[in-house]
Nanobody, 114 residues
Framework: QVQLVESGGGLVQPGGSLRLSCAASRTIFAISTMGWYRQAPAGKERELVATLTFDGNANYAESVKGRFTISRDDAENTLYLQMNSLKPEDTAIYYC???????WGQGTQVTVSS
């Protein structure tokens, strides 16, 4: 099994930036596609934000293309999501996911508001 712990969320004004981190309990990025998902308030479904394959290919939801960047540090076993030009509609709990293990982190809250 693997444990994933997200951090880096918070309150930011529209147009601002945040960088989320997801620390894995062991080395998995070289063998597992990783993803960032988010779930907005009011019972909305969890949606895919970005994925990064084990061989380094990144894909993004249309709503975040050009604003968000997914990356990883293999030496630190940490996955990142750099979020720029944030909008109020980006407000959600953001989760890290390991496709190989079916493992989720506990989530980190991102609130974009003036």
């Amino acid at each position: 099994q693997v444990q994933l712990v997200e951090s880096g969320g918070g309150l930011v004004q529209p147009g601002g930036s945040l960088r989320l981190s997801c620390a894995a309990s062991r080395t998995i990025f070289a063998i597992s596609t990783m993803g960032w998902y988010r779930q907005a308030p009011a019972g909305k479904e969890r949606e895919l934000v970005a994925t990064l394959t084990f061989d380094g290919n990144a894909n993004y939801a249309e709503s975040v293309k050009g604003r968000f960047t997914i990356s990883r540090d293999d030496a630190e076993n940490t996955l990142y999501l750099q979020m720029n030009s944030l909008k109020p509609e980006d407000t959600a709990i953001y989760y890290c996911y390991s496709n190989l293990h079916g493992a989720w982190g506990q989530g980190t809250q991102v609130t974009v508001s003036s």
